[in-house]
């Protein structure tokens, strides 16, 4: 039987290396273009004016009440995603017909622009965290169900056979073996519905909030502060890259590795 | 005579396919008594397989029906539990984990869950590799875990797929040894198709010799070779020689059949 060896720390995150290396080039490249003088300074900021405008930011409490309300958005509007559509998807695999049928329309939704639900949920909702999490729902369901759906469509069906066999049926089935044999998979579709919300939930924040990553953006911009704008903008990178190779990825990684889909290292 | 604990009735199954009805299996009636081990043998496509699955109940027949102690099967059940061709093993679970599915399911307490799933594992030889992954497995241990997993459940039926198809001769021959000793040991009434016509003669008491479309029951042989049996046993050797004949004489008239036709 094998074991996995253990590492030291460094050899745990030495895939990090060449991750570092590219970002200082890129911060390198930005820097020179500034010191270059390709545009002038109120058009395009260097990274050090991008990072003083995020301390002052960060000094007068803007930054981190933003990051924190957005954050927690995000979660509560992604987790109700998660669950509805887990049950839209359950029901499209199980009523093959209807779902089959039912796909394109939710395909096309899935399409439509989050941002295009603004101005309904406006109407519906008034200038309301209710309105954000709307959009933040509605953008990023259609595609959990799509992606869910086809990753309930990868269980081979003779673990379902060997299962039935063995007198498991209804939500017992679902429970021991479609879900935990379609879970790799689940994870990337999780995956896919995060980057569906957290675009959703950026977009109306800059159409309208009164706190939030995107509103202040937005705000930075009326100021004039290309420092604060391409900073913040940073700072929506940072978030993404960190929640992906944070948490999915590590997920992902670990399911993989359970079953031996994953060479050994 | 005891009454028959598997009893096939005029058991026939079509497929809807493309163009025509294919017939599977058609009329095909056969009795199997407490504690018997009867081999199924014959070609790929003549619906041994099909065969099986009708007993499990995991597909429907379409014409006939079978009995368990007199009484109609109405879908799967865990008194007729399969051994598939590639074990169909959970990957996610270890092998302790696997053995323990179907105990779970039925709800067994988990003191004596964890004392059965024990005991299996220990028959099947695999004490050392209870936390093991599946992925981590030979394919002979793959099966060793999957006859644990069927046999944990005190099935009234065991009903074996062609479970050593995808093993090498060495390992097929181990879980030939491995199976018989099982079968010795605990009685249980098994049903097992496979289309090597030596494991059916090791293996069986009757040997029910199939053939091509529409799949139906050619011989039926019978098998009183002393046990444990090994392929050089005068009375195996024989065995295999009389289903030879008759699969070789299946195979003559259907091709004599082909060139009668326009």
Known sequence: MMRRREHSLAWEFRHLIPMVAIALAALTLWQAMVSLRVWPPYLFAGPTEAVRALVELWNRALLPRAIVATLQRLAVGFLISLVLGALLAFIMVRFTTFGKALQPYILGLQTFPSIAWVPLALIWFGFSETTLLFVTIIGSVFGVSISFADALRTVPPVYLQAARNMGSDGMDLILRVTVPAALPHLISAAKVGWAFAWRSLIGAEIIFASVGIGFLLNIRATVPDIGGVMGVMLVILVIGIVVDQLAFSKIQEWASRRRGLLAHR | ?262
């Open chain 2, 1 to 262: 005579m005891t009454g028959a604990a598997l009893k096939l009735v005029m058991l026939g199954k079509q497929f809807e396919a493309k163009v025509e009805r294919l017939n599977a299996l058609r009329d095909v009636n056969l009795e199997i008594r407490e504690g018997e081990f009867v081999t199924i043998v014959g070609p790929s496509g003549c619906g041994k397989s099909t065969l099986l699955m009708l007993v499990a109940g995991l597909q429907v027949p379409t014409a006939g029906w079978v009995e368990m102690d007199g009484q109609p099967v109405h879908g799967p059940g865990a008194d007729r539990v399969v051994v598939f061709q590639d074990g169909a093993l959970f990957p996610w679970l270890d092998v302790q984990g696997n053995v323990e599915f179907g105990l779970r399911v039925a709800g067994v307490r988990r003191a004596k869950r964890a004392q059965r799933v024990r005991e299996f594992i220990k028959m099947v030889q695999l004490e050392k590799f209870a936390h093991a992954r599946v992925h981590e497995l030979s394919g002979g241990m793959k099966q060793r875990v999957a006859l644990a997993r069927a046999l944990v459940l005190r099935p009234r039926v065991l009903l074996m797929d062609e479970p050593f198809a995808a093993l090498d001769v060495h390992t097929r021959e181990e879980m030939q040894s491995v199976v018989q000793d099982l079968w010795l040991r605990s009685g249980t009434t098994t049903l097992f198709v496979t289309h090597d016509v030596r494991e059916s003669a090791v293996l069986g008491d009757r040997i029910v010799v199939m053939t091509h479309r529409p799949g139906t029951v050619s011989a039926i042989l019978e098998n009183h070779a002393p046990r444990p049996r090994t392929l050089n046993d005068p009375e195996v050797l024989d065995a295999i020689q009389r289903s030879n004949d008759i699969l070789k004489a299946e195979v003559e008239w259907s091709n004599s059949q082909a060139k009668l036709a326009p």
